[in-house]
């Protein structure tokens, strides 16, 4: 993938996990002013602070952002904490009026995310300015969007880049405001190697109490920081009431999060090395498990076609399905995991099988 800076190398003085907290919306001078002072005075001082000034939102009539003024008071903020300052950027006029006041890092929101001809836009504005920008999961988990959003940045030459993973919106599942579908962020670092991931936790639960656990999760699964909406009076917030915690709640909220050491900067210990060794080994004859119960399905394939039987016989998968599954659970191995295992096997099995019938000949490798 393409050669990108990490965080620590963006020249703001970061270091290990990101830490980016501040209101959902700048409000007031004044808001602003004390969500800083509550910050020092509970020792809950971010890595970077952050500000909505246009708020994009669902609903027209909510408040959208308080916008230009609301950047002359992020000198309220460089003046009490001496942090940068990360804003969300919708369009080129945002791009303009950002850069004007010195804003250090730009995020590009998760319903800007899903527009290639916004993000395109943006990124054309961006030629040539040495910014970082993070770029927020687009509202539906489509990895391929939330590369493309990346990729386009890159493109124009912005090199200091981050992702930041705020869930997905899902009408069905109300147990957060968006979910996390937290193979959708591991995915991202695995297909852009050392593509950071910023956790936005507050966006993910919907509501203060859930936060901790969110961020414990995102912290285990490796992510490298924390996005979380702090002010100094969340319930009379003008956006965002319910998900943002005080800063004294933010404070503890850190504190209370085990911190793990990313395993890729980690020499393996012996016990790690010895049971990946393990693990490894038992792959291999899972392997030659599955090769070899491919092969009796080619027989019957074969034995099909010789019969001219069809491939598919749907009492015979109920009870594969039922029994597996049966015998999978006693074994402690989960329900979903079961069925999408079979699902799987029984997909490649008749795959094989129909190709068989048609052509005669075993399925070649790869097809
Ligand atoms: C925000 O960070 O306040 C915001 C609007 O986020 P998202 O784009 O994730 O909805
Ligand atoms: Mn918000």
Redesign the pocket.
């Known amino acids: 993938m393409k050669e990108h800076v990490q965080t620590k190398d963006w020249g703001l003085g970061l270091n290990g996990h990101v830490i980016i907290a501040g209101p959902?919306?700048a409000e007031t001078p004044e808001q602003v002013e004390k969500v800083c002072l509550d910050m020092l005075e509970a020792n809950a001082v971010p890595n970077i602070f952050?500000a909505?000034i246009w708020?994009?939102r669902t609903r027209p009539g909510s408040f959208e952002g308080i916008g230009e003024d609301g950047l002359k008071w992020m000198e309220i903020v460089r003046h009490h904490l001496n942090i940068p300052i990360a804003t969300?950027v919708g369009n080129t006029a945002h791009v303009e009026l950002a850069l004007k006041y010195g804003v250090d890092v730009l995020w590009i929101?998760?319903?800007t995310t899903v527009n290639p001809f916004a993000v395109q836009e943006i990124a054309e504005a961006l030629k040539g300015v040495d910014v970082p920008v993070m770029v927020?999961n687009p509202m539906n988990p489509d990895l391929e969007l939330w590369i493309g959003a990346l990729e386009r940045l890159h493109t124009v030459g912005i090199t200091k880049l981050a992702a930041?993973h705020?869930g997905f919106s899902d009408a069905y599942d109300k147990r957060f405001r968006n979910k996390p579908n937290w193979s959708m962020p591991i995915h991202l670092k695995n297909k852009w190697k050392g593509m950071e991931v910023i956790n936005?936790p507050s966006?993910i639960v919907g509501r203060r109490d859930g936060i901790l656990e969110t961020a414990q999760r995102a912290i285990n699964f490796g992510l490298d920081g924390l996005?979380i909406?702090t002010h100094h009076d969340p319930d009379k917030a003008w956006?965002?009431a319910k998900q943002q915690v005080t800063p004294k709640q933010l404070h503890d909220i850190l504190a209370a999060i085990d911190f793990k050491h990313p395993l890729e900067q980690e020499p393996p210990t012996d016990k790690l090395h010895d049971l990946r060794t393990a693990v490894d080994h038992l792959d291999d004859q899972l392997l030659d498990i599955l090769a070899e119960r491919f092969a009796l399905i080619d027989q019957i394939g074969a034995h099909k076609r010789e019969h001219k039987l069809t491939v598919f016989q749907a009492e015979r998968w109920k009870n594969v399905m039922e029994s597996r599954t049966e015998k999978g659970l006693a074994k402690n191995l989960g329900e979903k995991f079961m069925k999408e295992l079979l699902y799987c096997i029984h997909e490649e099995s008749v795959k094989r099988q129909e190709k068989q019938l048609r052509e005669g000949a075993p399925v070649e490798k790869n097809s």
Request: net charge positive; aromatic share 0%.
């Open positions: 959902c919306s952050r909505g708020k994009p969300e929101g998760a319903r927020k930041i705020r936005d966006h996005m909406e956006s965002d």
